[in-house]
């Protein structure tokens, strides 16, 4: 079929967070014009996306019985509903895929690749599947998802993982590595307003993340914190939201910073990029917890690097594949705020250096993670272009 004719599905999950920029940058670059979207959404709520949509929510769960060894099946059971067509929604996927003339399949996540590979078999279309890292970090060490996994890695789907990291870990859990091609999401850093390095005010250190445990908030304020006692003009911007968010509001009354740190709560992604914009360093002390996620491209790490802002990191996860110690950014041990916090007084010090490390950051991101880069390599491995 021409490829001006193709038209492409997009599985994904939870369409609706603020945090997944990514993926509505594929809707809109990957195959623009051209797109819909099968959205699989936990909660019952619909996409944010302008492009035809088919919504699918999950299963309602059955109400957990008190008695604990019934309390494991029933767990077990609304887990195998939630992340399975029944026949109703495979056939309302098939109308929809009919219906759009749909010709290939893209999904986000392996737990969607899953989903929808019956489907992708049933009606002979080609299915390409890009794991993220929660997919393959967190769902793909249960016992029951390997097994579906298992079967995916080793069907027709194509595989993507957006790191080296990422694909070690897929290998690890049944993977063949050489069906395994790294692409990571696309940071648009050409369009980006280049952080201010030569401004003489003020340094301005920004985080931007969940406030959640894995993503270390709590580290990254106590190093700020002891960094600010020496500097009295550091600032901290705080983008982002969270279970954590009382323990941070604690944590910095505490420190006695509340008139050195803004909450700017969720903010859409234009505002979190314009935030960036504004700073000079980028903190994220992400930690390794059990059952927990682990960092794989971390975009909001990326999108900081194509600011030119330098980024003050934890070595953890794929964020090692992209910060290079003392060439574009620090890496410091999880756990490690004393470090931390001696790297952020450098930097607040040594404007020169600062400068350096910041612009190495940004051409990084500009000569790996453009558009004009990742795009038509994804569309090449989707199918939708010779």
Request: aromatic share 6%; proline share 6%.
């Amino acid at each position: 079929m021409e490829n001006q004719r193709s038209v492409l599905a997009i599985v994904v999950p939870d369409l609706y967070h603020a945090s997944v920029t990514f993926f509505h940058a594929h809707i809109a670059s990957i195959w623009p014009g051209r797109t819909v979207v099968i959205h699989l959404s936990s909660t019952g709520e619909p996409a944010r996306t302008d492009v035809p949509v088919l919504e699918i929510p999950a299963a309602r769960p059955w109400p957990v019985p008190p008695r604990f060894f019934l309390s494991k099946i029933v767990v077990q059971v609304n887990a195998w509903r939630a992340n399975r067509l029944n026949r109703r929604e495979r056939a309302q996927v098939e109308k929809f895929i009919k219906e759009h003339g749909v010709t290939h399949l893209f999904a986000e996540f392996a737990s969607s690749g899953v989903v929808i590979a019956p489907v992708a078999r049933k009606l002979g279309l080609p299915l390409t599947v890009m794991s993220h890292g929660w997919d393959i970090n967190v769902i793909g060490q249960m016992p029951q998802w390997r097994l579906r996994y298992r079967s995916l890695f080793h069907s027709d789907a194509k595989l993507i993982a957006v790191c080296a990291f990422l694909r070690d870990r897929m290998r690890a859990i049944g993977a063949p590595v050489e069906r395994i091609e790294i692409l990571p999401c696309a940071v648009d850093a050409a369009s980006f307003r280049l952080a201010d390095q030569n401004a003489s005010g003020p340094a301005r250190v920004v985080m931007v993340s969940r406030l959640t445990e894995q993503k270390g908030p709590l580290f990254s304020i106590a190093a700020f914190a002891r960094a600010a006692k020496q500097h009295s003009n550091l600032l901290l911007d705080i983008v982002g939201n969270g279970p954590l968010m009382p323990q941070v509001c604690q944590a910095i009354k505490e420190a006695g910073l509340e008139d050195r740190v803004i909450l700017h709560g969720d903010v859409d992604h234009p505002s979190a990029l314009a935030i960036m914009s504004r700073c000079h360093i980028f903190l994220q002390h992400c930690v390794k917890l059990p059952k927990q996620g682990i960092e794989s491209q971390a975009v909001s790490l990326l999108e900081a690097m194509g600011h030119g802002l330098v980024p003050i990191v934890t070595r953890h996860g794929g964020m090692e594949d992209h910060v290079l110690d003392g060439v574009r950014g620090w890496l410091v041990d999880e756990r490690d705020v004393d470090t931390m916090s001696s790297r952020i007084i450098e930097m607040t010090e040594k404007h020169d250096l600062r400068r350096k490390l910041g612009c190495a950051a940004r051409e990084f991101v500009l000569s790996n993670f453009s558009g004009d880069v990742v795009y038509p390599r994804l569309r090449g491995l989707i199918g939708l272009e010779a």
